[in-house]
């Protein structure tokens, strides 16, 4: 299975710290909005520091794969409230 990654831009996919950072920035958009901007944020950095010493190649790109994956949904919602079209099937 390819990479979600691909979906985002390579100077973000394949820096680790690139990624949180703009992690970081959509918790606070997201929390700004929904006022709970501090929850949001402690639970991104909660989830990259306690795998920040993870060595095991597939295991880092399940997580940052995992984190791209919460980017381009979180993109995809914000797509659909501005234009009011649906870019995903519901189940």
């Given at each position: 299975?390819?990479?979600?990654?691909?979906?985002?831009?390579?100077?973000?996919?394949?820096?680790?710290?690139?990624?949180?950072?703009?992690?970081?920035?959509?918790?606070?958009?997201?929390?700004?909005?929904?006022?709970?901007?501090?929850?949001?944020?402690?639970?991104?950095?909660?989830?990259f520091k306690?795998?920040?010493?993870?060595?095991?190649?597939?295991?880092?790109?399940?997580?940052?794969?995992?984190?791209?994956?919460?980017?381009?949904?979180?993109?995809?919602?914000?797509?659909?409230?501005?234009?009011?079209?649906?870019?995903?099937?519901?189940?």
């Amino acid at each position: 299975m390819p990479s979600l990654q691909t979906a985002l831009p390579p100077e973000l996919a394949d820096n680790a710290i690139r990624l949180y950072r703009e992690c970081l920035r959509r918790a606070k958009y997201v929390g700004h909005r929904q006022h709970n901007t501090k929850l949001l944020v402690d639970m991104v950095r909660q989830q990259f520091k306690r795998h920040m010493h993870e060595t095991e190649p597939e295991k880092i790109q399940k997580l940052k794969d995992d984190a791209a994956r919460g980017l381009i949904n979180h993109m995809l919602y914000e797509s659909e409230k501005i234009t009011g079209r649906k870019f995903s099937q519901s189940s």
